[in-house]
């Protein structure tokens, strides 16, 4: 994709999307932000689907 091939070439490149799977098998930094606030901002390998899931529902800021 894309977006890989960007990030490959060492280009940064934002990413805003729902699918988390996705995001996590992007990104080597992820961000999770819900109504405005952000809640985790760290390295995409300390997370997984049901991590980021958590941090959404607990609405825990970072």
Do not use: F, M, N, Y
């Not at 996590?24 to 689907?49: I, K, Q, Y």
């Amino acid at each position: 994709p894309l977006i890989q091939q960007l990030s490959d070439d060492g280009c940064g490149v934002v990413v805003v999307s729902s699918e988390i799977p996705e995001v996590l098998g992007l990104a080597d930094r992820v961000l999770v932000v819900a109504d405005g606030t952000v809640l985790h901002d760290g390295p995409s390998a300390d997370l997984d689907e049901h991590r980021v899931l958590d941090i959404i529902l607990k609405g825990d800021a970072a």
